[in-house]
């Protein structure tokens, strides 16, 4: 999971769903960013969380493509345990 640190969604939380190159990946957030149109974004403008969410990687790893609100869901369930804020981008413990 990671967090923009820049442009128009500054502060949401994303999945990674493809690493283009050492320097672009594609990031869904399953609502907005669909995984039909992830976000190709620049890693200098992401932070890393170092969390996972495990049920679209269970999907990745199979060959499949997530759908939206599993990405959606993950994304909610992080969230929600407070870990990360995915407003400010914060990480916390």
Same mark, same amino acid.
């Given at each position: 999971?990671?967090?923009?640190?820049?442009?128009?969604?500054?502060?949401?939380?994303?999945?990674?769903?493809?690493?283009?190159? =050492?320097?672009? $990946?594609?990031?869904?957030?399953?609502?907005?960013?669909?995984?039909?149109?992830?976000? /190709? %974004? *620049?890693?200098?403008?992401?932070?890393?969380?170092?969390?996972?969410? =495990?049920?679209? $990687?269970?999907?990745?790893?199979?060959?499949?493509?997530?759908?939206?609100?599993?990405? /959606? %869901? *993950?994304?909610?369930?992080?969230?929600?345990?407070?870990?990360?804020?995915?407003?400010?981008?914060?990480?916390?413990?």
């Amino acid at each position: 999971m990671v967090i923009s640190k820049s442009g128009r969604d500054r502060g949401k939380a994303f999945v990674v769903v493809k690493v283009i190159n =050492d320097r672009y $990946l594609s990031i869904s957030d399953g609502d907005l960013r669909k995984i039909e149109n992830p976000k /190709k %974004k *620049n890693v200098c403008h992401l932070h890393f969380t170092h969390l996972r969410a =495990d049920d679209v $990687l269970d999907c990745l790893h199979k060959g499949e493509i997530p759908a939206n609100h599993i990405i /959606k %869901k *993950n994304i909610k369930r992080i969230l929600d345990k407070g870990i990360i804020s995915g407003e400010g981008g914060l990480v916390s413990g």
